[in-house]
């Protein structure tokens, strides 16, 4: 059933006006700005080239702008897709809030807007029409589900320290959220240092360092890095100490990109949690159904999984990211 959700009020007045609504002309083409938040990963340049293959002409009309991983960028490029009159607005927020007065700007202009991978923090949730993207509380429930198993039989304490992503991403505050939710029940764990590393190996490889500095070789059991990048960028710091990454300090982290995967296969990573980046045929899907005023679902989840060490040789041919 086709019904004309709130959002487009405005963009019907505008059409009444004798507006085209959109910049595109005549080619039934929908026009689309995508901020995105920069290219901080692999998985990242993955869901980049997703979402610049889905949304190809003919049907639809791309625009595309690298945040850099700055609010202010995603802001000012979110506002130049308002004055260009995009049919639709999609984007990655690189963090939570600070969102509210640029998303009533596109409202007001009758742009609906379709958050892709990361969640926004704002007031009033008609502000977005829906938000495609994982679950990244399971996704951090799961790491220390696997690490739990892993640890099965062995006496406490297990000193964990924590690669977290960017400070107030939402993958950050969610998989900080899972892991602890989990990871509390079982009192053998401690967290004993828990900083961000922004998503990036070099960070990565740098915090890894200083929690080794800090808590003596052999005082780290466990690392739980929020993404592959800074687990891999942790594996050298390990390395360049001398002790044996996936052995001396077991890994688990998140995204399933192709590093960890060779990673894992060298022994070097324990467990990867799957975080699909694959989201453009979904998101090409829901800009289509936003733009013709089907009412879609406020949240699509994508369907993802745990690998361990023991199934990377053989997964890995068959990876996609
Ligand atoms: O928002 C998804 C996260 O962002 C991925 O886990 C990470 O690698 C990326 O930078």
């Not at 159904?289 to 053989?314: C, I, L, Y």
Request: hydrophobic share 45%.
């Amino acid at each position: 059933m086709i019904r004309i959700p709130g959002w487009m009020a405005p963009l019907c007045i505008a059409v009444l006006a004798g507006c085209s609504g959109g910049p595109g002309g005549d080619d039934g083409a929908v026009t689309v700005g995508f901020s995105q938040v920069g290219a901080e990963s692999e998985w990242r340049t993955a869901n980049t080239r997703s979402i610049k293959e889905s949304l190809a002409e003919p049907a639809f009309r791309l625009k595309f702008s690298d945040g850099q991983q700055k609010q202010e960028n995603q802001i000012k490029a979110l506002r130049s897709f308002i004055a260009q009159r995009v049919d639709v607005i999609a984007f990655s927020p690189v963090v939570e809030t600070g969102w509210d007065t640029v998303l009533a700007e596109a409202k007001a202009a009758g742009i609906p807007v379709v958050l892709t991978d990361r969640a926004v923090d704002v007031a009033d949730e008609s502000l977005y029409v829906t938000l495609i993207g994982s679950d990244f509380v399971e996704e951090g429930r799961r790491a220390a589900r696997w690490l739990m198993a892993d640890a099965a039989g062995r006496s406490g304490p297990i000193r964990v320290v924590e690669l977290q992503g960017t400070v107030g991403s939402a993958p950050a505050n969610d998989r900080m959220r899972g892991f602890r939710e989990v990871i509390e029940q079982d009192t053998r764990f401690q967290i004993v240092r828990s900083q961000s590393g922004d998503f990036t190996r070099a960070r990565g490889k740098e915090v890894m360092e200083a929690f080794i500095k800090a808590e003596g070789q052999c005082r780290i059991d466990v690392l739980f890095a929020h993404n592959d990048d800074m687990a891999i960028g942790a594996i050298q710091a390990i390395e360049e100490t001398g002790l044996k990454p996936g052995e001396d300090i077991r890994i688990v982290s998140i995204d399933g990109v192709k590093g960890a995967f060779e990673a894992m296969k060298a022994g070097k990573l324990n467990a990867t949690v799957e975080c699909n980046p694959l989201l453009g045929p979904q998101l090409a899907q829901l800009v289509r159904d936003v733009h013709a005023g089907v009412v879609v679902p406020k949240r699509v989840f994508v369907e993802e999984s745990v690998f361990t060490r023991d199934q990377a040789a053989a997964a890995l041919p068959s990876r996609r990211y």
